[in-house]
């Protein structure tokens, strides 16, 4: 086991650091204020070669490993959680499934304008009734000669108000539960497909959701994504590979918060010392370094298994669960070590701790993570 880094994991990091203290950091306490989409970061972020990092250089992308992408993702999240989720999505919920079930064909044209950032992407496997029970989709296709006609309501999808392309989980044959759902891959600006108002959100407040509605919208069999009856599978193997992206946003939150609150705990006295003095806040301050490390080992393993072809289900959910609580318990006792300061909106942790929130509950919330977790280790048990 080797922890040292490549040339090309530190080239990445330093790329994402400086993108993210000279794009991001001016920036991202504004844009979280106005709820405003930072489309100037998201075409830098494409020039970069950040929405396609691990996608093929033929198809637009970088080419680079799941690791370059997880530092990646670590390096912005920790400045502005919203600008990584955006990112993330692109390349975990909608770049990967079309490398992974993609034909040819549809790599040319979808993929490569997702991966070069000409377009962007969402994901939509969510409804009001089918969150943590994904399979029970009530957004159906039904087939008319070459074509299929979709009709059904898609909830909370993050880039949803500016997405080019979309990955669409459905019904196309109910009777068979969730081996009648089918994957397609959607031009959000077609006929039939509208998007509601985004959601006003405690947190990632510049990265925009909102409610997709499909109205007999027509899609030719070419969009489908694999098989009729492999949509679960793709949005299960997809999420293997998102809930890696996420725990490495929960890894930036935590390392963003930690940072600011060990710098604050140096400066600021209290009865004559620095309150990093006093043992209670040096010892929040230990626990909280080793928690985000933990955290980040456990987030390469599963990112080395992905590079290596291997299956990472139960290591995907098991770092975006530990990263996602480390995320909430560092940006709590970051706001604590602030005090008062720690509550207002001029010091970055009150951001820190209203975006963490959500890494415990989207791409699967904390008790689907421990379902996925011990499902797998009662079932290897025989
Ligand atoms: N890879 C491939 N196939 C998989 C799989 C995986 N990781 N996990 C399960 N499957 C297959 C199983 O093999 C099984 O196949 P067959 O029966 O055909 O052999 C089938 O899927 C059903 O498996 P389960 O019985 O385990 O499925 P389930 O209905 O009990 O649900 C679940 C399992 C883990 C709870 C799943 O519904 C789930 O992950 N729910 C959470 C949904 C979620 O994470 N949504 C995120 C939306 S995206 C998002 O949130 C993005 C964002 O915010 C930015
Ligand atoms: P529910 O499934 O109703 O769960 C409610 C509570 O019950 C939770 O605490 C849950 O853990 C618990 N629970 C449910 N079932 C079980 C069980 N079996 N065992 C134990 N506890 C259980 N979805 C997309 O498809 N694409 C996106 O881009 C996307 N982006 C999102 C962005 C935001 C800001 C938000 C808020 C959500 C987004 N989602 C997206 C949806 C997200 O994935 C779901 O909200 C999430 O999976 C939970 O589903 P739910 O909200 O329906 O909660």
Redesign the pocket.
């Known amino acids: 086991m080797d922890f040292q880094l490549t040339e090309e994991h530190e080239a990445i990091r330093r790329t994402a650091r400086e993108f993210a203290a000279r794009s991001v950091a001016p920036i991202a306490a504004e844009i979280d204020k106005q709820a405003r989409y930072p489309k100037e970061l998201v075409d830098e972020m494409g020039e970069l070669g950040f929405m396609g990092i691990e996608v093929d250089p033929d198809y637009g992308g970088s080419g680079m490993d799941p690791l370059s992408y997880v530092i990646a993702m670590e390096e912005i999240s920790a400045v502005c959680a919203s600008t990584g ?1 955006i990112m ?2 692109n390349n975990s ?1 909608v770049c990967d499934p079309l490398r992974k079930w993609g034909s040819h064909e549809q790599k040319q044209k979808w993929l490569e304008p997702l991966a070069s950032g000409e377009k962007l992407g969402c ?1 939509m ?2 409804e009001p009734d089918a ?5 029970a989709q009530k957004t159906v296709a039904v087939r008319d000669g070459d074509h299929y006609v979709i009709t059904g309501v898609k909830n ?1 999808i ?1 880039n949803g108000p500016q997405a080019d392309t979309g990955i669409l989980m459905l019904m196309t044959d109910k009777a068979k539960g ?2 009648g759902i089918s994957a397609f891959i959607i031009d959000m600006n077609g006929e039939g497909v509208s998007r509601g108002p985004k959601d006003d959100k405690l947190g990632i407040r510049a990265s925009h959701s909102c409610q997709i509605f499909f109205t007999d919208h027509r899609v030719h069999e070419s969009q489908r994504l694999g098989n009729e009856g492999d949509g ?2 793709v949005a ?2 997809t ?2 590979c ?1 809930r890696i992206g ?1 725990a490495a946003q929960a890894l930036g939150i935590a390392r963003g918060a930690f940072e600011a609150a060990a710098r604050y705990a140096t400066e600021r006295k209290t009865f004559g010392k620095a309150i990093a003095d006093h043992q209670a806040i040096s010892f929040m301050l230990a626990d909280m370094a080793t928690e985000i490390d933990a955290a980040r080992l456990l987030t390469y393993r599963a990112a080395a298994l992905k590079a290596a072809g291997k299956r990472h ?1 139960v290591e995907s959910a098991m770092c975006k669960l530990m990263a996602s609580e480390v995320a909430n318990k560092v940006a709590k006792n970051a706001v604590q070590i602030f005090g008062g300061n720690g509550y207002v909106s001029e010091y970055p942790v009150e951001r820190a701790y209203r975006d963490a929130k959500i890494t415990e509950i ?3 919330t904390s008790e ?1 993570q421990r ?2 977790i011990a ?1 797998n280790l009662i079932r290897a048990l025989g």
């Open positions: 989720v993330s999505v919920l994901f496997l969510s969150g943590s029970d994904a399979a909370w993050t969730h081996r679960f599978k299960m193997s999420l293997d998102g996420i289900s989207y791409e699967g689907i379902v996925v499902s």
